[in-house]
């Protein structure tokens, strides 16, 4: 099966920034949608971002839109979250996955659309 690994979390002030990586390997890599989420500590996972493989489209989560991207190198299977202008509360573990079925756009930044799942990196904001 498809393994998802994440890299490039780590401490870092308010106001930085800091790039993701989402590497996938293993078997044939033909996902609908790529996405990130991530979990702050005593909190629900909460969806970021997405970017559709085939047709290169991306969904942001509100509190995320302006300061985060999601740009994606398809000749290396990574996907990256750039985020800018971090905050505090964007102290999480921040994880990439990868959904195989095609659904409508208002169903790809649910967490049961994905098939595949990253161990999560950290990323810590301090003030």
């Known amino acids: 099966q498809v393994q998802l690994v994440e890299s490039g979390g780590g401490p870092v002030q308010v106001g930085d920034s800091l790039r993701l990586s989402c590497l996938a390997s293993?078997?044939?890599?033909?996902?609908?949608?790529m996405g990130w989420f991530r979990q702050p500590p005593g909190q629900e996972r909460e969806f970021v971002a997405l970017?559709?493989?085939?047709?290169?489209?991306?969904t942001y989560a509100d509190p995320v839109k302006a300061r985060f991207t999601v740009p994606r190198d398809t000749a290396k299977n990574t996907m990256y979250l750039q985020m800018n202008s971090l905050k505090p509360e964007e102290t999480a573990v921040y994880f990439c996955a990868a959904g195989e079925t095609m659904v409508p756009s208002r169903f790809q930044s649910d967490e049961a659309m994905y098939d595949y799942w990253g161990q999560g990196t950290q990323v810590t904001v301090s003030s």
């Open positions: 970017i559709t493989w085939q047709y290169n489209t991306t």
């Open positions: 293993g078997g044939t890599f033909k996902p609908y949608a």
